[in-house]
Structure formats: structure tokens, C-alpha cells
């Protein structure tokens, strides 16, 4: 498709810990500063990390998706990322991970139809 998502956006307790994580995960930095950490996920979006206070014990406004699930799940919790167990539903098998924030991420098992 032509349109994709540009920008989704967390606010942040302190972007340098923030970033560091988001990186381990697998998003490649593109800018930090004082004032914003940009990561850059797989199709050009971008993730915005801004300074301030987050809300605590909330869900992510966005979900993640990657092509292996379970090697996922297995890195991530060898990495002590604490990952949910894996929930298989009938579209998606899914898993949640907490950021440093304490927001919650879904992460998915990919749907991408055509080329990657």
C-alpha cells in the first residue's frame, strides 16, 4: 500500500533508558537528544520518545509485530525482558512485554500479506 503509519509517540521518563530498551528489541536509532529519541521501525515508522511523565501502568497506544513469534518470546525472556506467556488467538499468537515506563506491549505474530 502507498500510506503507512509515520509517527507513534510515548512519553518517557528518561529518553536515554527508554531508547536503550526499544534498541535492544530491535528499532534503530535514527536521533536522540535532549528533547527526543526517534527509533525506526520495519516500514519506516517511527517511534517518538518525548520527555515527561508517563502514565504509570498503561497499555501502549501501538503493538508490535514480528515474523517468528516463539524465537521472539525465547530471545526476549533470555534477555530477562520477562515476556508474557505466548496467547494463541485465531488471527494472532501474541505475548506482552513492559517497557521501562511500565507500558505494556503486545507484541504479535505477523499477518503481512505480499512482500516484506
Avoid: C, Q
Avoid at 528533547?35 to 501502549?60: C, I, K, N
Avoid at 530471545?75 to 525482558?81: F, I, K, M, P
Amino acid at each position: 500500500p502507498p500510506v503507512w503509519i509515520g509517527h507513534a509517540v510515548l512519553t518517557v521518563a528518561d529518553t536515554n533508558r527508554s531508547a536503550e530498551f526499544w534498541r535492544e528489541i530491535g528499532l534503530r536509532e535514527v536521533e536522540r537528544n535532549e528533547h527526543v529519541a526517534v527509533l525506526e521501525l520495519r516500514g519506516g515508522t517511527h517511534l517518538l520518545l518525548l520527555p515527561g511523565t508517563p502514565p504509570g501502568d498503561a497499555d501502549a497506544p501501538f503493538d508490535l509485530m514480528v515474523d517468528d513469534l516463539d524465537a521472539t518470546h525465547d530471545e526476549w525472556a533470555t534477555r530477562g525482558l520477562d515476556p508474557s506467556p505466548i496467547e494463541r488467538g485465531r488471527i494472532h499468537a501474541s505475548f506482552f512485554v513492559r517497557d521501562p515506563d511500565g507500558y505494556r506491549v503486545k507484541v504479535n505474530s505477523s499477518h503481512v500479506v505480499g512482500e516484506v
